[in-house]
């Protein structure tokens, strides 16, 4: 894997290197403890800023961030739950407790008012028996609550089975863990 990322020849792509004093980080959710992880960001956003320049080329990353960079936040998110739903593809549909999941951003506690009506149309095509979007759901790393898992796709289709249609389980797909060997990517191997 490493060497389908890093290529070949004279365009081949330098891995980033992990700053010394840093410690792995989990590509599940960007999680820091505290002051230790005060330290450690500006290190860690070079290496993330000479990795996408890197990839994108000087000309497309300065035009690409010319063009997004309002919105750059909001688009790093997006973009690493598009990451995983795209990861959970493959995975088999399964049933899950309502009660494991935790409604986070999108998913508020019940249907906004401007909501209803397209939630509402999309309970009317489940009753119907036709199939709907996949909801994703990704695992927490420190799962330590009741509710261990987070919507990241298919808001509208959990809000529809759940609080439309009053069901206490939802089909979802699970977001997979990263592999390891994806991991250790950015883990500082001196290559």
């Given at each position: ?40 960001r ?30 750059m ?20 549909e ?21 909501d ?76």
């Amino acid at each position: 894997m490493l060497e389908c990322l890093a290529g070949t020849g004279s365009n081949a792509m330098k891995l980033p290197q992990r700053a010394s004093d840093t410690r792995p980080i989990s590509l599940d959710r960007r999680e820091t403890d505290g002051a230790k992880g005060a330290d450690r960001r500006p290190a860690e956003a070079d290496i993330a800023a000479g990795f996408l320049v890197e990839v994108m080329g000087e000309d497309v990353a300065a035009a690409f961030f010319a063009r997004f960079g309002a919105v750059m936040a909001d688009a790093c998110r997006r973009a690493e739950n598009l990451a995983h739903v795209l990861r959970a593809e493959d995975e088999a549909e399964t049933e899950l407790p309502v009660s494991q999941v935790r409604r986070v951003g999108a998913v508020p506690d019940s249907v906004p008012p401007e909501d209803e009506p397209r939630v509402h149309a999309l309970a009317a095509t489940i009753e119907r028996g036709e199939e709907l979007a996949p909801i994703v759901v990704m695992m927490r790393p420190k799962a330590c609550s009741a509710r261990p898992y987070d919507v990241i796709s298919g808001w509208d289709e959990f809000r529809a089975l759940v609080d439309v249609l009053g069901r206490t389980t939802v089909p979802v797909r699970i977001v997979p863990p990263v592999p390891p060997e994806t991991l250790t990517l950015f883990d500082g191997a001196d290559a």
